[in-house]
């Protein structure tokens, strides 16, 4: 009453709230997209289980599923997140992480080690071998982004410059070094660039996945700077945000989840952007608060319904990647036109 008392002394006119739906029509994609993920994952967990179910032997396959669901899981968080924060930082939808050269470095590291080591190279995996691969691939990216965001002429057209000559860069080198290859030292090293769900490390799988949920908590906790971030750089340092630094942070985040992704299952060009695209379609706004739980979801869906369908249907567990990956780039190419028409 004291509010309305109030308005009418001052003579401005009472704002009208525009209705609003039921709550739960506002969470509906949620809990679609989740309860599809959660069938999934169950029925990849106990459908075409030879052993009776409740006995050992049942759990026991169970139990070495649980390691493929523990990696789609990752990777879709990861590449997803990954995805969402690229396009924050560059305030452009239609752009991949994989644009910084992120993947040609994996190549270019896979092909160095099969080159130096030979066929010896497919025996050279562990933990200490995951981790330096890792961290070879953030440092690159942490001493790139911070060179080229020093300077006062520092923008992201730039970084974007760089990281497309760079990624041509270490094509061409590997290519070179390919070439150089005996065809069993090839083969070793096709089965390396290959990314496949089947090549996760479960030695390595709770150290990445722990590496991906601290980075998903801190954006999770900095989701309104970064909603900010995302309306571009005058607007953001109009409001108070200090802009470069937040756009170092995410980029060096993204290159954590792509470098950990990438040494997991392999390099993923498109699945990232696949899922990010239909989370932007289904979202009824623009907010991360809404985006980054979509997206997962929708990568969790993605991936789990390409593994159960294609492993338990098809017999042909080996083409996830190949056939997600067809439709993240059928998808990109699509979008690319749509813009490019506008």
Do not use: C
């Amino acid at each position: 009453m004291e509010s309305i008392v109030k308005l009418a002394s001052t003579g401005a006119p009472p704002i009208e709230r525009a209705p609003r739906g039921p709550r739960w029509r506002e969470a509906l994609p949620f809990i679609a997209v989740y309860a599809a993920a959660a069938i999934f994952a169950v029925a990849i967990l106990v459908y075409d289980n030879p052993a009776p179910a409740g006995s050992p032997g049942f759990w026991i396959i169970v139990q070495s599923r649980l390691t493929a669901l523990g990696t789609i899981a990752f990777v879709a968080v990861s590449q997803a997140l990954a995805t969402v924060l690229f396009h924050t930082a560059t305030s452009n939808r239609i752009l991949t992480p994989s644009i910084l050269g992120f993947d040609a470095l994996y190549v270019l590291i896979q092909t160095a080690l099969v080159f130096v080591f030979g066929t010896a190279a497919a025996s050279m995996e562990g933990i200490p071998k995951i981790i330096a691969q890792s961290v070879l691939m953030v440092l690159f990216a942490t001493l790139l982004y911070g060179w080229l965001f020093s300077g006062k002429r520092a923008n992201l057209h730039l970084l974007l410059l760089v990281g497309v000559v760079l990624g041509i860069g270490f094509g061409s080198v590997s290519t070179f070094m390919q070439r150089m290859l005996t065809p069993s030292e090839f083969d070793v090293l096709s089965a390396r660039l290959f990314g496949s769900i089947g090549k996760g490390n479960p030695d390595y799988l709770p150290i990445a996945a722990a590496v991906v949920l601290a980075i998903l908590v801190f954006t999770w906790n900095r989701r309104r700077t970064y909603d900010v971030v995302a309306l571009g750089r005058d607007v953001a340092i109009g409001l108070g945000v200090h802009y470069r630094r937040e756009v170092v942070t995410v980029l060096v985040l993204v290159a954590v989840l792509v470098s950990v992704s990438a040494t997991m299952v392999g390099p993923m060009t498109f699945y990232g952007f696949l899922v990010a695209t239909l989370a932007y379609q289904f979202a009824r706004g623009d907010s991360h608060a809404e985006i980054i739980p979509l997206a997962i979801g929708i990568g969790l869906v993605t991936l789990l319904g390409a593994t159960f369908v294609l492993r338990h249907i098809f017999s042909a567990a080996g083409l996830v990647t190949v056939i997600i990956e067809f439709a993240g780039g059928l998808l990109f190419l699509i979008v690319l036109l749509r813009k490019g028409m506008r």
